[in-house]
Each structure stands twice: as C-alpha cells, then as structure tokens.
C-alpha cells in the first residue's frame, strides 16, 4: 500500500493551498480516509476526515470553515482544500487510510496505513 501527498508548499497568511494524495495497493473505497498534521515539538493531530463514500466529512474545530476535505474514488485520491490560512497551520500534512467502520475517524491509531507527508509552510 502506498499513499503519495503532494502540493504542499509555502503560502501567505490567508492564502489557501490544496493538498492532495493517491492511494494505491488498496480497494480504496473501502477506506476512510483522514489528514493528520504534525507541527515542531508537537504531537501529531487530527485535521479532518472523510468516509468511504464521501458523504460524511469530519473536520478538528480549528480548520471548519477553513479545510474542505474530498475524495475521488475513480482516481483513488482524497484531497484538502485549505483556506484562510494561519501561521499556525504550518505542519507537516499526512494522509492516512482507516478501514470503515463508520467510527474512529478521529483516533490516529486506528489508521493503518500513512503516507509521508507534506510541508505546510504559512508565514506571517
């Protein structure tokens, strides 16, 4: 299994960034799909999530409104649309797939597969 982020990159305070990663060596609609990020010194955390259909979407308070997470299943790639951007959402961005249950989207450790990630770089 693999899962390949690209676009991230360094944006402007209020500039917005699209993210985006492709899965492969999975049944891809099969699995939720989630973004996490990690800053410096911090622990990582969830930043949205999206079910395997698509019609469910989960957002951590900080993004709504600003992060709109997608999927197309026909390309095997979710995405994330990311507004409005902060100083403090530079991170570095990583996808993961959660086999779908229909819960613990939240919980990094019920992912069980990860990508690589991506910088996010937001200056002020």
């Known amino acids: 299994v693999q899962l390949q982020a690209s676009g991230g990159g360094l944006v402007q305070a209020g500039g917005s960034l699209s993210v985006s990663c492709a899965a492969s060596g999975l049944i891809f609609n099969m699995y939720g799909m989630g973004w996490f990020r990690q800053a410096p010194g911090k622990e990582r955390e969830f930043v949205a999530a999206i079910s395997r259909s698509g019609g469910r979407t989960y957002y951590e308070d900080s993004v709504k409104g600003r992060f709109t997470i997608s999927r197309d299943n026909a390309k095997n790639t979710v995405y994330v649309q990311m507004n409005s951007l902060k100083p403090e959402d530079t991170a570095v961005y990583y996808c993961?797939?959660?086999?779908?249950?229909?819960?613990?989207?939240?919980?990094?450790?019920?992912?069980?597969?990860w990508g690589q990630g991506t910088l996010v770089t937001v200056s002020s």
């Open positions: 993961a797939a959660v086999w779908d249950t229909g819960r613990n989207y939240y919980n990094a450790g019920a992912y069980a597969y």
